[in-house]
Structure formats: C-alpha cells, structure tokens
C-alpha cells in the first residue's frame, strides 16, 4: 500500500529491479544459492535474498560464480516499516548522493497533495539511474498505488489533493472538502426538520378548522333521509379532524424529532477534532519535506565542494589539497547521513497521515451512508402515516356515501305530509 511513497523521494523503485533481474534468474533458479545466502519475499511479493553472515541484502539472485556481484538492498525497502538492515554505509551513501543529485520535477507536487489513487497511465519508456546495482527512477515515472477499493468509489481513494475554488484563487484541501460535505449534510437534515416542522403545523390549522367546522348550525334543519346524510358529513369532519391531529402528532414524534436530535450538538465537536488531527499531521509532513529538500541541497553542495578540491589535486598536489579533500570528504558523508534520516524521519511521518488519512475518511464515508439510511428510514414512516391517514378519511366518508345512496325524494315527502297533518309541522321564518 506504502508503495507509492517511492516516487515522491525518488527512492529505490524494486520493481524495476525485479524485473531487469528476471531474466537472469530465470537461468539461474535451478541453481543452488551460494552458502549462507537465503531467501525471503517483501510485503510487496517480491522475492529479496539475504547473507546470514555479512546481513548484506539483494535484489538479484545470489550466483556461485564469483564474477557476478551482488548490488546491496541499499535503500530500496523505503516501506516505513523497515528497519534500513545492516546494508554497507558506503553503498548508503552512494544510493543517498544518487537521490540528492536527481533533478526535481519542474510540477512537484506539494507534501500531502499526492493520491494514491490510480490513474490511467499512458506507455512511456522509463529512465531510471542506477547506482552499485541498485536503480532509482526519475521523478513522475512509475505507476501510481492501485484502488484501494475499486469500482465502490469510496472516500480513501480520492479526496488527496488540493482542490482550488472556482475562481482558482485559493484551494481546499481535499479533507476540508470531507469535512464541508458533513456539515452541509447536518444541515440539510436541519432543514427537512423544519420542513416538516411547518407541514405540522399546517395538519394543526387544519384539524383546527374541521372541527371547529363540524360544530356548525348551517342547514341543521333539514330533514328526512337528506337530513340523517347532512349529519353524517358534519360528524365525519369531526373524525377526520381527530385524525389529522393524530397525524401531526406522530410526525413531531416520529419524523421531526429523530431529524433535529440525529447527531447533536457533539457532532460538529468531533469533526472539529478530526480537522485538527489531519491538520496536524499535513503540517508535520511539510516540515519533514522541508527537511529532505534541505538537506538534498547540502548534500549537492558538499559533493560538489568534494568535486572542485579533487579538481584542484589533479592540478597540484599537496598535502593541504589532501587535508582538504579528506575533510571534504567527511562533510560530504555527513550529509549523506542527514539525508538518509530526514528521509527515514518522512517516511515515517508520510506513514502515518497515509494511515490516518484512509482510517478517518473511510470513517466520514460511514457517517454519511449512515445519516442518508436515516433520513430514508423517517421520511418513509412519513409516507406510512400519510397512508394510514388517507385510510381513516376513507373509511370516514363510507357512511356518509351510505346514506346519501339511500336519500329517497319520495319518503322524504311521505313523512313531511304526514307530521303536516297530524299538525308537527312548524312554520319557519326565512329571508328569502
């Protein structure tokens, strides 16, 4: 997974090596290892051998012919799990002082921007360099680290890169892009609570008017079978008015309140403490590049100080040049030393925002999945009660649809002449 570290250092590219070293095992493999030589298969698949007595590491396969040396492991595990082995301090220095002279690229790519994404790569012929066996790609070569969860577009694969707003004036980093699309979603689940906080009170105003609709004096005269209806559709309002009241009352309890309390007032806390702790280490990885890139440039200076007095001895020889190159020469190892612990002191630092960085967006990917179940999980229970309050209208409406099937002209005036001649009949005033 850390593979893709190598190209932003330029460290040792093992494929590479692996595979310029195929061929001759291939011929080889059949063949017995050399005594004391052993071996072993990286984290990576690769197959590496190592000498029991001298600890010294190799990509290529050990020959028994003593005319095939064997290039060093070096600096090729630049996995920050790796302890570096007791690999020889020259070899590390040449493999160091081969990573400091490279030139960078002419787009490099700030610490803590590069994704470990895949990206569609287009055949190109490598240049690589190679120093005591052991080969270094230029920067930009290589492929880049694989999905690490392919086809399912998920957080921990992109969201690594800086991403300038609109007018490209200032950028955002990827992470902040995470954090920003968790607020926006705490807010939007805000606003479907007050949504449905104001379809509440609409149910309310409305249960309100049925019934007080329902109490109505308007043609409570009327009489016979037409009249029995008439107070049926007067009743079924005050029904229909109790449902709707329970209706709201099961939207407050079921819908809004689970929206508004999802996810308090805590929630924004904890994406505070995650800003901060991806923060943190950004600001630690630039600091650690820094520190390379410092210590690359003292390196160069101090080779080619070495380069100009070894000049100077070709041209006179004395025993100050000889001072002088001997001291020169020490400098020049020194400063191979401070690269290859900068380098080890980033890696180490690049490990652990790679590690934080996946772990707390496949975290931020889980919340959102999380709070859209929810929200899906609610307002369906809206859409059962909106049923279930359709049903109770329903069934509401039957009996009055009952009696107005059974209103019948002809007995309705049957009783009206007969409560006229046994005198129940009562004038009424009217305006007409």
Not at 3 to 9: A, D, E, G, I, V
Not at 36 to 44: A, C, D, F, I, Q
Not at 334 to 345: H, I, N, W
Request: aromatic letters at 8%; hydrophobic letters at 30%.
């Amino acid at each position: 997974m850390a593979s893709w570290w190598w190209r932003l250092l330029g460290t040792a590219d093992k494929k590479s090596v692996a595979k310029s070293s195929a061929a001759p095992e291939e011929e080889t493999k059949s063949q017995p290892l050399p005594p004391g030589w052993r071996s072993h298969t990286s984290p990576e698949g690769l197959k590496y051998y190592i000498n029991s007595c001298s600890k010294e590491k190799t990509w290529r396969r050990p020959l028994l012919s003593a005319e095939a040396p064997q290039g060093p492991l070096a600096r090729q595990n630049t996995s920050p799990y790796d302890t570096g082995g007791q690999s020889s301090k020259k070899t590390r220095q040449a493999a160091t002082a081969d990573v400091a002279l490279r030139k960078p690229t002419t787009n490099k790519q700030p610490p803590g921007s590069v994704s470990p994404a895949k990206r569609q790569i287009k055949e190109i012929k490598e240049t690589k360099i190679t120093t005591n066996c052991v080969t270094f790609p230029l920067p930009g070569e290589g492929p880049e680290q694989q999905l690490l969860k392919p086809n399912e577009w998920s957080y921990c694969d992109y969201f690594w890169a800086d991403k300038k707003d609109p007018q490209g004036t200032t950028s955002v980093a990827g992470f902040e892009v995470l954090l920003q699309k968790q607020l926006k979603g705490k807010q939007m689940q805000k606003e479907m609570a007050e949504f449905i906080h104001e379809r509440i009170k609409i149910e309310e105003e409305y249960a309100k008017n049925l019934s007080k609709l329902s109490l109505s004096t308007l043609a409570a005269q009327e009489e016979g079978t037409l009249g029995e209806a008439w107070t049926q559709l007067k009743k079924s309002l005050h029904d229909e008015a109790e449902v709707h009241l329970k209706f709201s009352n099961k939207l407050h309890s079921e819908v809004e309140k689970p929206l508004l309390t999802f996810r308090g007032d805590n929630f924004k806390k904890d994406l505070k403490k995650y800003d901060h702790h991806i923060a943190d280490l950004r600001k630690q990885l630039a600091s650690r590049y820094a520190s390379v890139e410092k210590a690359r440039k003292a390196l160069a200076d101090r080779q080619k100080d070495l380069e100009v007095k070894t000049q100077q001895l070709e041209i006179k020889l004395s025993n100050k040049t000889e001072e002088d190159i001997k001291k020169a020469r020490r400098k020049s190892t020194q400063a191979g030393d401070d690269l290859m612990r900068c380098v080890d002191l980033y890696n180490q630092t690049q490990s652990k925002w790679f590690e934080e960085m996946v772990t707390t967006s496949m975290e931020l990917e889980k919340l959102e999945v999380e709070r859209i179940e929810w929200i899906q999980q609610h307002l369906r229970q809206y859409t059962t009660l909106r049923h279930e309050t359709d049903m109770f209208n329903q069934s509401m409406v039957e009996p009055v649809d009952q009696l107005l099937q059974n209103v019948d002209p002809a007995k309705d005036r049957e009783l009206w002449v007969k409560e006229y001649k046994t005198g129940e009949v009562r004038p009424v005033d009217m305006d007409i």
